[in-house]
């Protein structure tokens, strides 16, 4: 009897340690399961991230691409702008001169009518008098020149009436326009 206790505990023990040995194997498999199912989705989940990294190289390239495209295009504006500016600079310049010319030969013109507006009633005047037989009125001719140079503006106009090279062709230069 000994013997067959011995034998029926050994094979109690044999049969706890083959459920133990079993159950062992199921939860070995059971982590084995879960470790798979976790490198599966870490490598999934590193997949992703790649993608989404490169969808945002993509981006911030695509982006620094059309903001170095509208830094040039605004250079390109700027310096033709600055140009443009310069054109019409140029062209109010020019516009203003011949204004200031314009109204300066105006005022030539405009002083010389009066002059001879002035001039011409002082002959009307001495003429009437001839004919109406008074005292003939002498036309101080002096006095109305002095009269006429006080109503000169610029160099030239003084220039020309004093030197009686003035109007001669091979002494005639070119004077500056004054601006007023």
């Given at each position: ?31 084995s ?16 991230n ?8 993509a981006?911030?390239?695509?982006v ?18 600055r ?98």
């Open positions: 009897r000994g013997f067959a206790v011995v034998a029926d505990e050994v094979r109690k023990l044999a049969s706890m340690s083959a459920e133990t040995g079993q159950q062992m194997i199921e939860k070995v498999g059971n982590i399961e879960s470790v798979n199912s976790t490198l599966i989705h870490t490598e999934e989940s590193i997949e992703h790649r993608i989404a990294v490169d969808r945002g190289k981006t911030i390239e695509t620094f691409q059309q903001l170095q495209s509208t830094i040039e295009t605004l250079q390109d504006d700027s310096s033709l702008l140009s443009s500016s310069e054109d019409i600079k140029d062209e109010i310049s020019n516009v203003l001169v011949s204004f200031q010319f314009q109204d300066r030969v105006s005022q030539i013109l405009n002083s010389v009518l009066t002059d001879m507006d002035d001039m011409n009633g002082k002959i009307s005047f001495s003429q009437q008098t001839r004919l109406n037989n008074t005292e003939v009125v002498p036309i101080d001719y002096e006095e109305h020149v002095r009269i006429m140079k006080l109503k000169y503006t610029t160099e030239e106009q003084h220039h020309n009436h004093t030197n009686s090279n003035a109007h001669d062709s091979k002494n005639n230069t070119e004077s500056e326009l004054t601006f007023f």
